[in-house]
């Protein structure tokens, strides 16, 4: 089955612990990109990746990191969570045609709920 | 600035009553627009793209249509099941294939 996974599906942790979401694909996605879903300010990007060692900020990347060293998996690391990053997170794929004029679709994987104490 | 605006917030239905959703958008130069639902406590399910004005699709009992400033998600005679938050995204020519969301429509339908 085609599928989009995220670990943990939820999460409470402590100001200042380190920890990453892993996000994987099996659909051989080139794009994968991460996203925040906060009320009132629906989901907002925080890093894209256009393929392997090939990752660039969103909108939102401030106290996030990411690595893309393989195909399938692109990881999101919070290095000192805060309180204002607790939300529900998103993780997402898509082909990628450079050149291609429709678009192609992406694929979200099941969130993440995040809460930092 | 990309921005996507939707409207209403929430929308309660009886069984079998039509309405319409409304996704007003501005962005530079529209590669697609791009219609989701989401369940509570799942990511957002794909329903549509739409690539230019006058561009209409169907998925049972929904419809999207497109035009330069807005998109609509008719929903006709809509069953319990249909109930969800149908968020909305637009992505630019430019930006690496980035989605800008609105915030949702909240609909409920009761039987």
């Known amino acids: 089955e085609a599928q989009v996974t995220q670990n943990p599906r939820y999460l409470i942790t402590v100001t200042g612990k380190k920890l990453t979401v892993t996000c994987s694909q099996n659909?051989?996605?080139?794009?994968m990109s991460w996203y925040r879903q906060d009320p009132g300010l629906g989901l907002r990007q925080i890093y894209y990746?256009?393929?392997?060692?090939?990752?660039d900020k969103g909108d939102v990347p401030e106290g996030y990191k990411v690595s893309r060293k393989e195909k399938r998996n692109f990881p999101l690391i919070l290095e000192s969570p805060s309180p204002n990053q607790t939300s529900l997170y998103f993780c997402?794929?898509?082909?990628?045609?450079?050149?291609?004029?429709?678009?192609?679709?992406?694929?979200f994987g099941p969130g993440t709920r995040l809460t930092v104490l | 600035e990309d921005q996507v605006t939707q409207s209403p917030e929430a929308l309660r239905l009886q069984e079998g009553e039509s309405s319409s959703l409304n996704c007003s958008y501005t962005?530079?130069?529209?590669?697609?627009l791009f219609w989701y639902r989401q369940d509570p406590g799942k990511g957002p399910e794909f329903l549509f793209t739409?690539?230019?004005a006058g561009e209409e699709k169907e998925k049972e009992r929904l419809k999207a249509t497109l035009t330069k400033k807005e998109s609509f998600l008719h929903i006709t005679a809509p069953k319990p099941e249909d109930s969800a938050t149908y968020l909305c995204?637009?992505?630019?020519?430019?930006?690496?294939?980035?989605?800008?969301f609105g915030t949702g429509t909240r609909l409920l339908v009761s039987p």
């Open positions: 997402a794929s898509s082909l990628y045609t450079p050149g291609r004029y429709n678009t192609d679709t992406q694929y």
């Open positions: 659909m051989n996605h080139e794009y």
């Open positions: 990746s256009m393929n392997v060692e090939v990752t």
């Open positions: 962005v530079s130069g529209l590669r697609g």
């Open positions: 739409l690539y230019s």
């Open positions: 995204a637009v992505q630019a020519n430019t930006g690496f294939q980035k989605l800008v």
